[in-house]
């Protein structure tokens, strides 16, 4: 009663007040549905990239998950443009971007029981969509965060994170921290109950939906046998509670036992993905062993996953991944090629074949390679190489276009791409990266006070006192002089001038002039 009181007051107050699609409820909207359907349509395509990318390897797979899918779209309270897609990612979890862009990963499928419990995962985000919960969660950050720029979430990219660990850049944040927004207690309850109206509307037995909690729960309870990725994947942004389970139980007994529960379809589909589980689980045990730079031990198990799994581009890619960290650069191409062939619309495996072909001296395909990688995702790994290849041909411009692009990402890649980008701007800009200025003490002696603002250290950094009028133009100007340093990134440092026989009035329009700067060694 409260909550609905204090939105009431709000809408009184507020312009942007709607109601919501699902709930009837009035609600502030300051994410407009255009907005909305914008948000999906620019997030899909990269956040599939993220996650994994499309699982093409079964396409029949993606074509049932949809079917599902649409029969609970065109019972919802929302016609939104719903697409659902089956990705290629043995962490389980389910996620929907507003606009009704849906993905459920393999990993989960294999652990379903029946295509009602399936009805379950995807009508619950699609309430997620229709009920605006992602657009809400937008719409908050706008109200606390207004002009802050979102922050940069880490994307392990490449199959081998400990050697491609980079940051997705651009948009993609946005959906990253949709992606792994922990959704409220109101909202989950809420799209347990709405989903479970859609899926007796499209012919699901509700009671599907209980199954599922009563497993979720238990695995989360710590009663069952399954591994971490649980609790890193469906049960990080929608975790289960008793109180969820006791809802659905009632509220399933309400709608009625009746209506499809699939288990024998279900199994039927799932049966060759389910075929090609132990082959997933040695390329989960590869990347594994890889991240703990047990790298003899990753290839053999790499190997083996390619053989289980003949059609999968992801266990060549990290063959290619590993034989690159290893010093082999020439031999990843072959494995970099095969899975494109693979699977020819994963940015990982041209990423790779970039960053194999710069180390082999090869800068045209080089720049092939990661400009196709970053047409599917760009990365600060695919930007920072293309930037050195422009700087290395002399395209200063282009060079500092994508050292920039790069360097805001707060990865390795970036940091590296920030060094290149002072160093390439430093000598025609120095006073975009030392602020300077003149003071004087209790004695009236003067000094210039510098401060680095660059992220890297600086060094022989020259300032040339002065002297302006109200107006600013220079009157006369002294002796330069040079701080030597190295000055850290953010650090300031000091030096003392003549002022000669400036009075006291002068000196107030006594100023420091950034004339010159370098690198640190």
């Not at 090609?276 to 003899?296: C, F, Q, S, T, W």
């Given at each position: 009663?409260?909550?609905r009181?204090?939105?009431?007051?709000?809408c009184?107050?507020?312009?942007?007040?709607?109601?919501n699609p699902?709930?009837?409820?009035?609600?502030?909207?300051?994410?407009?549905?255009a907005?909305e359907?914008?948000?999906g349509?620019q997030?899909?395509?990269?956040?599939?990239q993220?996650?994994?990318?499309?699982?093409?390897?079964?396409?029949?797979?993606?074509?049932?998950?949809?079917?599902?899918?649409?029969?609970?779209?065109?019972?919802?309270?929302?016609?939104?443009?719903?697409?659902?897609?089956?990705?290629?990612?043995?962490?389980?979890?389910?996620?929907?971007?507003?606009?009704?862009?849906?993905?459920v990963?393999?990993?989960?499928?294999?652990?379903?029981?029946?295509?009602?419990?399936?009805?379950?995962?995807?009508?619950?985000?699609?309430?997620?969509?229709a009920?605006?919960?992602?657009?809400?969660?937008?719409?908050?950050?706008?109200?606390?965060?207004?002009?802050?720029?979102?922050?940069?979430i880490?994307?392990?990219?490449?199959?081998?994170?400990?050697?491609l660990?980079?940051?997705?850049l651009?948009?993609?944040?946005?959906?990253?921290?949709m992606?792994?927004?922990?959704y409220?207690?109101?909202?989950?309850?809420?799209?347990?109950?709405?989903?479970?109206?859609?899926?007796?509307l499209?012919?699901y037995?509700?009671?599907?939906?209980?199954?599922?909690?009563?497993?979720f729960?238990?695995?989360?309870?710590?009663?069952?046998?399954?591994?971490?990725?649980?609790?890193?994947?469906?049960?990080a942004?929608?975790?289960?509670?008793?109180?969820?389970?006791?809802?659905?139980?009632?509220y399933?007994s309400?709608?009625?036992?009746?209506?499809?529960?699939?288990?024998?379809?279900?199994?039927?589909?799932?049966?060759?993905?389910?075929?090609?589980?132990?082959?997933?689980?040695?390329?989960?045990?590869?990347?594994?062993?890889?991240?703990?730079?047990?790298?003899?031990?990753?290839?053999?198990?790499?190997?083996e996953?390619a053989?289980?799994l003949?059609?999968?581009?992801?266990?060549q890619?990290?063959?290619?991944?590993?034989?690159v960290?290893q010093?082999?650069?020439?031999?990843?191409?072959?494995?970099?090629?095969?899975?494109?062939?693979?699977?020819?619309?994963?940015?990982?495996?041209?990423?790779?074949?970039?960053?194999?072909?710069?180390?082999?001296?090869?800068?045209?395909?080089?720049?092939?390679?990661?400009?196709r990688?970053?047409?599917?995702?760009?990365?600060?790994?695919?930007?920072?190489?293309?930037?050195?290849?422009?700087?290395?041909?002399g395209d200063?411009?282009?060079?500092?276009?994508?050292?920039?692009?790069?360097?805001?990402?707060?990865?390795?890649?970036?940091?590296?791409?920030?060094?290149?980008?002072?160093?390439?701007d430093?000598?025609?800009?120095?006073?975009?990266?030392?602020?300077a200025?003149?003071?004087?003490?209790?004695?009236?002696k003067a000094?210039?006070i510098?401060?680095?603002?660059?992220?890297?250290?600086?060094?022989?950094?020259?300032?040339?006192?002065?002297?302006?009028?109200?107006?600013?133009?220079?009157?006369?100007?002294?002796?330069?002089?040079?701080?030597?340093?190295?000055?850290?990134a953010?650090?300031?440092?000091?030096?003392?001038?003549?002022?000669?026989?400036?009075?006291a009035?002068?000196?107030?329009?006594?100023?420091?002039?950034?004339?010159s700067?370098?690198?640190?060694?």
């Open positions: 009663m409260k909550k009181l204090a939105i009431a007051v709000a009184a107050a507020f312009t942007a007040c709607g109601v699902v709930t009837g409820e009035k609600e502030i909207q300051f994410v407009s549905e907005q359907l914008a948000i349509r997030q899909y395509a990269p956040m599939r993220v996650e994994g990318g499309d699982f093409d390897v079964l396409p029949q797979l993606t074509a049932y998950v949809s079917g599902v899918g649409q029969k609970l779209a065109a019972v919802s309270d929302r016609k939104l443009p719903y697409e659902f897609v089956v990705l290629d990612n043995s962490v389980p979890n389910a996620w929907a971007l507003p606009g009704g862009k849906i993905a990963n393999r990993g989960l499928l294999t652990e379903l029981t029946s295509e009602a419990e399936l009805a379950a995962v995807l009508g619950h985000e699609i309430v997620h969509a009920a605006r919960h992602g657009a809400k969660a937008q719409e908050r950050g706008t109200i606390m965060q207004a002009g802050m720029a979102a922050a940069q880490g994307a392990a990219v490449g199959g081998m994170d400990a050697g660990a980079n940051l997705a651009g948009g993609a944040s946005i959906g990253l921290q992606v792994q927004m922990r409220g207690r109101d909202q989950e309850l809420e799209s347990d109950h709405y989903g479970m109206k859609y899926m007796k499209a012919g037995d509700p009671w599907g939906a209980v199954t599922l909690q009563e497993t729960l238990r695995l989360a309870s710590g009663k069952g046998a399954k591994p971490q990725g649980w609790l890193e994947g469906l049960f942004s929608h975790p289960p509670s008793q109180e969820r389970l006791d809802r659905n139980r009632a399933a309400e709608l009625g036992r009746s209506g499809t529960i699939g288990a024998d379809t279900y199994a039927a589909v799932v049966k060759p993905l389910l075929a090609m589980k132990p082959g997933y689980d040695k390329y989960d045990e590869a990347i594994a062993a890889a991240r703990k730079k047990e790298l003899d031990k990753a290839q053999a198990l790499a190997l996953a053989r289980l003949p059609r999968e581009g992801r266990a890619q990290l063959l290619g991944d590993l034989a960290a010093g082999r650069p020439k031999e990843s191409l072959g494995h970099f090629q095969k899975a494109q062939s693979l699977n020819p619309d994963y940015f990982g495996s041209y990423l790779g074949a970039g960053i194999a072909s710069y180390k082999l001296g090869d800068r045209a395909a080089a720049a092939t390679a990661f400009e990688s970053a047409q599917l995702l760009p990365t600060a790994a695919a930007a920072y190489y293309l930037g050195a290849i422009a700087r290395d041909r200063r411009a282009v060079a500092l276009q994508h050292f920039k692009a790069a360097a805001g990402s707060g990865s390795t890649y970036g940091n590296e791409a920030a060094e290149e980008y002072v160093r390439l430093l000598p025609e800009n120095p006073g975009n990266y030392v602020a200025l003149v003071q004087t003490d209790a004695t009236g000094y210039v510098i401060e680095n603002r660059a992220p890297v250290a600086l060094a022989n950094i020259v300032v040339t006192p002065v002297l302006v009028d109200a107006n600013g133009r220079v009157l006369q100007q002294g002796s330069a002089v040079q701080i030597r340093g190295p000055v850290p953010g650090e300031r440092a000091s030096a003392a001038i003549s002022t000669g026989n400036l009075t009035e002068q000196l107030r329009f006594l100023k420091a002039r950034v004339e700067a370098r690198l640190a060694q």
